[in-house]
């Protein structure tokens, strides 16, 4: 059954007390990357890039997931050309994920809920990131064909390279202990919106200045890594989601079964 798209905004933006909260608000796909999620999430940051009124932006959820990876349903019924289409979605993430490093506020991810693929990107790009206990992560591109090619570039500088080989290479889902050893995410937090607050409390002792300098050079390195490697990342990811392999993968995905190679070994 095909789920009609809502007229409701797929990203919600408020601004209370010097902080604009973001809240990525798609629940009937989980919070799919999808390009009316890319371009309302694009528009978001850019409102806060330019209300001097706004100290740093909170990234959020509603749902038990905060972001489901790409949208495959999209991905998977394109009518452009497979390679076409997939160009175009790839491009939209990297300007999305440079958009996140550049944007000369700090980002705090607030998340409670499940967080896959392409999502883990969006988190990776963050600057602060607190989860609170019912968030689960996992790289499950390697389970559909895929690769983790747009988001290695902003999780490759985060996570310890014992673990990007583990998780990259597995798929498997971990929890938030796990994600605050292998620098993920900041915080491990009973409390996500507790723990939150706690940070927003200390930005917001900073100068706008002072934290956009700050942002600027603790992201020179990622952002010069993220300039060399995008473009390459960028065709790597558009050839697979062309492949027969991929197109088995997230067939499979949607119609909850096996991949074929899952089956035969």
């Known amino acids: 059954m095909t789920i009609p798209e809502t007229s409701a905004p ?16 798609s629940p009937h796909n989980r919070n799919a990357i999808s390009a009316r999620l890319v371009g309302e999430l694009r528009q978001a940051l850019a409102d806060a890039a330019a209300d001097d009124g706004v100290r740093a932006v909170v990234l959020t959820h509603t749902g038990n997931t905060f972001c489901a990876g790409a949208d495959l ?22 300007d999305l994920l440079r958009a996140f490093l550049e944007l000369p506020k700090p980002i705090v991810a607030r998340i409670d809920g499940h967080v896959r693929a392409g999502g883990m990107g969006i988190v990776g790009a963050c600057d602060l990131v607190v989860a609170g206990p019912r968030s689960t992560f996992a790289l499950t591109e390697v389970r559909l064909g895929l690769a983790a090619s747009i988001i290695s570039l902003t999780l490759l500088p985060r996570m310890d390279p014992r673990s990007v080989s583990r998780y990259f290479l597995t798929g498997e889902k971990f929890g938030t202990e796990e994600a605050a050893r292998v620098g993920l995410i900041t915080v491990a937090a009973q409390d996500a919106a507790a723990s939150t607050a706690e940070l927003l409390a200390e930005l917001r002792k900073g100068s706008p200045q002072g934290l956009a300098e700050s942002k600027a ?6 952002l010069a890594d ?16 062309g492949t027969p ?11 909850k079964r096996p991949a074929n190679w899952a089956v035969t070994g």
């Open 73 to 94: 349903s999209e991905a998977s019924a394109s009518a452009a050309d497979p390679a076409v289409a997939a160009s175009q979605r790839t491009q939209g993430m990297v």
């Open 217 to 222: 050079m603790v992201n020179a390195a990622v």
């Open 10 to 25: 797929y990203v919600r933006y408020e601004v209370v007390g010097g902080f604009a909260t973001v809240t990525l608000d």
């Open 226 to 241: 993220f300039d060399e490697s995008a473009d390459r990342m960028a065709a790597q990811s558009a050839r697979l989601f």
């Open 245 to 255: 392999e991929a197109m088995e993968g997230m067939m499979a995905f949607l119609q």
